[in-house]
């Protein structure tokens, strides 16, 4: 009974008592969607490259290989010689191999050099391959296939000519020999939505006048002529390696890092992923913390509003009180009431949650290449809800004193 | 023994409200036999609200006794004095008596949630509570109307419903009558006094309007009784 008055009391001022549970209702949705964007950009993260065993480039530390040859930040230090690729990919542990090779950029976009097998090798999120959206992949040593945002940024479409720069921000271009875009990749979330690929060998092309990063005056090979040549790279930035059996890779890895002929380093994605994310990860809990001070701020909402219903309210406790409810009763009743409207709120807020993610999802997807998926809430999630309940009753003991001393004082009678 | 004869008794009891406004009031004596029907006279003003507040024991006498039902309310710890009140005593107060959020039902059964014994007398609270809605001339369907939503007349007879489910022994009631116009007063008391001649149940009421005087059995003036003193100690 004294549960379904608590009811009939908030159902009396359902106006003030709705605005406080939509408070806490967004203040735990905003909390459970960072939980969810969060975990989701971690799993995209992770996901940003699978499938690839080890990547192999010169020495230097495992995130920095792993930024330049997966995030396309910063450069390699070194590179590795296409004797030490060709020693990696002969050896009987290697399942294949696709090389790198860095350097040049496209207006703000890096340019990379690879082969054909880097589309059939490339995974990412649990083994999804890449798709082409538009066009084909390239097959002429000037074409250049793009990822969807270099699209989306330039506008380009298939057929366009884009000419690629020496370097990065730089003003030297490769005018001589311009490329034409023969596909569009579909969004991935992924760096390779950033990136110009073209092959191998149109990275040799584009340099066949350049001797120390600078064009030779005067020397102009006709493009026919090029096409002529032998283009094998004398090196390459680094290496995507699979091998054939998983027991294989601490072997291979640190054969590689022994590797007699040349200080070389192979690294294994995950593990320099996971260190990456260290660092990257300071950012989710300032994000965590944001979105706490965002429930805290929805309880001090209900706390005010229980306070300023207190003064109305005298009268209601003063009957409770005729009729011989103690003054804990009047306690209890405002941390019942609290209780209701924390819980309320965050069932609602639960209740928002999947209804943002359920319309959000696909546009987060297509947009961020951020995929969250929609579950169960877990175990976090519900001690994160159950955590607003206590909360709730915590904070809502600071007007119920107030009443308790109230009422106390008042007994019976209210001189109102 | 004597006072098992009365259902409610006080002897020279004082009480000054705490506070620089110090307001005291001293009862020499005041005796209501069981069933029996007292009105209590007294301007505005005159101590009666802190009268009602000592014999519903929700402040305590400084000195002197309050007896009711044979038990010394001063004895008693402030739990089991709420609880006391809500077994002893059925209450109605000049207006603003009901929860208006709550059905009329729920208003009428909440001094029962307080009170177990008296909850045991009440085996069929539902089919209690609209018998006695339909004993005050309150029609059958208001038990699940919203108080809120009655007139001030309906809403006093709520609450003398409330103050007579399970039948407590003694009914205070704190000009009920005020808020209603002379038609509706008369109807009121009468069924008021109809239902506490049934239910032997005495039946203390406290106005300044000396008109009603004669529905009762005992007409006591406040001024005979009692002492108020104001001001300055």
Redesign the interface.
């Known amino acids: 009974m004294i549960v379904r008055l608590a009811f009939a009391s908030l159902l009396a001022r359902a106006l003030t008592v709705a605005m406080t549970i939509l408070a806490i209702a967004l203040s735990v949705t905003l909390f459970l969607g960072v939980e969810k964007v969060r975990t989701g950009a971690k799993a995209s993260f992770a996901d940003t490259i699978s499938g690839t065993d080890l990547i192999v480039g010169a020495r230097s530390g495992s995130v920095q290989l792993l930024l330049y040859s997966v995030f396309r930040i910063g450069n390699a230090t070194n590179n590795l010689t296409w004797e030490s690729y060709q020693d990696i990919a002969e050896r009987p542990e290697v399942d294949w191999i696709v090389p790198i090779s860095l350097g040049d950029s496209h207006r703000q976009f890096r340019v990379m050099g690879t082969t054909a097998a880097f589309f059939d090798r490339y995974k990412y999120r649990s083994g999804q391959s890449l798709n082409i959206q538009d066009g084909a992949v390239m097959e002429d040593l000037f074409d250049a296939t793009i990822g969807a945002d270099v699209a989306q940024t330039l506008g380009y479409a298939v057929g366009d000519p884009i000419v690629v720069a020496h370097g990065l921000a730089s003003f030297a271009e490769h005018k001589d020999q311009p490329f034409r875009v023969s596909g569009i990749l579909a969004k991935t979330g992924t760096p390779v939505d950033r990136t110009v690929i073209v092959s191998l060998e149109a990275i040799e092309a584009i340099h066949v006048d350049w001797q120390s990063g600078a064009q030779i005056p005067g020397q102009s090979t006709p493009v026919d002529e090029i096409r002529q040549m032998d283009l094998q790279p004398q090196a390459v930035t680094a290496a995507l390696v699979g091998v054939k059996s998983r027991l294989q890779i601490f072997g291979l890895q640190r054969a590689i890092n022994e590797y007699p002929q040349e200080p070389l380093l192979a690294i294994l994605p995950g593990v320099a992923l996971q260190e990456l994310w260290q660092i990257v990860g300071i950012a989710e809990t300032a994000l965590i913390a944001v979105s706490a001070m965002v429930i805290v701020t929805a309880m001090i909402g209900m706390m005010a509003t229980i306070f300023s219903s207190l003064n109305e309210r005298r009268r209601e406790m003063a009957i409770f009180r005729a009729m011989g409810a103690r003054p804990r009763v009047i306690l209890s009743l405002l941390v019942l009431e609290a209780a209701l409207m924390a819980a309320l709120g965050a069932l609602l807020g639960l209740v928002l949650l999947y209804l943002g993610l359920w319309v959000a999802q696909p546009l987060i997807d297509s947009a961020f290449g951020l995929w969250i998926p929609i579950e169960m809430p877990n175990m976090r999630e519900l001690w994160v809800l159950l955590g607003v309940v206590c909360a709730g009753v915590i904070v809502s003991m600071v007007p119920a004193i107030r009443a308790y001393r109230l009422s106390l004082a008042d007994g019976m009678m209210v001189k109102v | 023994m004597e006072k098992r004869d009365h259902i409610l008794e006080m002897n020279d009891v004082f009480y000054r409200w705490p506070g620089r406004a110090s307001f005291a009031l001293a009862v020499s004596d005041l005796r209501v036999a069981p069933a029996e029907t007292v009105l209590l006279l007294g301007e505005s003003g005159s101590g009666k ?1 802190t009268l ?2 000592l014999i ?1 024991g ?2 305590l006498a400084q000195s002197g006794s309050v007896h009711v039902a044979g038990a010394d309310i001063g004895a008693l710890s ?2 089991k004095r ?2 006391f ?3 002893h005593i059925g ?1 109605i ?1 000049q207006q ?8 009329v039902r ?1 208003n009428i ?3 029962l ?3 177990p014994d008296r909850a045991g007398r009440v085996p069929m609270p539902e089919a209690e509570a609209t018998r006695l809605c339909r004993d005050l001339g309150l029609p059958d369907e208001i038990a699940q109307t919203k108080a ?1 939503t009655l007139s001030v007349g309906q809403q006093q007879r709520v609450a003398a419903a ?1 103050a007579l489910i399970g039948t407590p022994p003694l009914i205070v009631a704190d000009e009920p009558t005020s808020s209603l116009d002379a038609a509706t007063q008369a109807t009121f008391l009468d069924l008021l006094f109809a239902q506490s001649r049934v239910h032997d149940t005495a039946l203390l009421m406290v106005s300044h309007d000396a008109r009603l005087a004669d529905h009762f059995d005992r007409v006591i003036h406040m001024a005979d009784i009692a002492q108020t003193t104001r001001g300055a100690e």
């Open positions: 609200s009602l507040s519903c929700t402040i402030a739990g709420d609880r009140r809500a077994e209450l107060f603003f008596n009901l929860l208006p959020f709550a059905s729920d059964l909440l001094p949630r307080f009170a809120g409330r």
